[in-house]
């Protein structure tokens, strides 16, 4: 609930200016741990909701080019690492890192920055952001091969 204060302080603070000072006094520590369980959460729903169904192409890919089980392993490999994969990878990893590391300074500080609470919101929503679309641009490249 606290968090929704602070969205609402972030998007209406220019009408209510108090609105992100009060929303600032009211983040704890385990608020910061919160938002790094959201984030793995997050990701792993979307795994799970993603990789069933990206593994299903990739099986009637192989069934409609009748690839071997070598082939397959060959030839899938465009599909889950190129050059632009790499970099959603990269830029997962980096956000990662820096939420990890925010929200255990948060979680360590004796007094709370909820500032740095929002920063680190923030930096989870992109994280999600960048895994779907790297997941979309994984199912484009697989759907167009499919439709060859």
Known sequence: MRW????????????????????????KKADFEAVVDEAAAAL????????????????QLKDKRGWSHDE????AAP????????VYDRKSEELL???????????EARQP????LLELRARMKVLVET???K???MFSKLDMELWK
């Open 72 to 75: 397959f392993l060959d030839k």
């Open 4 to 27: 929704r204060h602070a969205l609402v302080a972030v998007l209406f603070g220019s009408i209510w200016p108090g609105a992100l000072a009060h929303a600032q006094t009211q983040c």
């Open 79 to 86: 599909f889950v690492r190129d050059e632009e994969i790499a």
């Open 97 to 107: 890192s820096t939420i990890s590391t925010m929200g255990q300074e948060g979680a």
């Open 131 to 133: 895994q779907t679309a």
């Open 135 to 137: 997941w979309d641009y």
């Open 113 to 116: 920055d909820c500032a740095l």
């Open 44 to 59: 792993r729903d979307l795994n799970l909701e993603k990789k069933p169904a990206f593994q299903d192409k990739l099986r």
